[in-house]
């Protein structure tokens, strides 16, 4: 791995972690348009509830990705 591949991962992360969290507050606005009235729309609801625990947990695996690329990057850094 060279510091331009670790760079690039890392960039990659950050928007990909941008992107979901903002996918994530509208997908939670949703929800909670939808909980008073999820016995009619059930189906929606909880399309629009899996696609929030979805998005949350993506966004850990992306932090999670982010803690070992800058950890990469600063172990190549130092030699």
């Known amino acids: 791995m060279d510091m ?10 950050r928007s990909m972690n ?3 969290r903002k996918e994530l507050v509208g997908r939670k606005s949703r929800v909670e348009a939808l909980e008073s009235s999820k016995d009619i729309v059930s189906d929606v609801y909880n399309e629009e509830l899996e696609w929030v ?3 949350e947990n993506a966004i850990i695996d992306e932090e999670k990705l982010l803690d070992i690329f800058y950890t990469a990057r600063d172990c ?3 030699k």
Do not use: A
């Open 4 to 13: 331009k591949f670790l760079e690039s991962k890392i960039e990659n992360s």
């Open 76 to 78: 190549t850094s130092t």
């Open 53 to 55: 625990v979805y998005l």
């Open 18 to 20: 941008e992107y979901r």
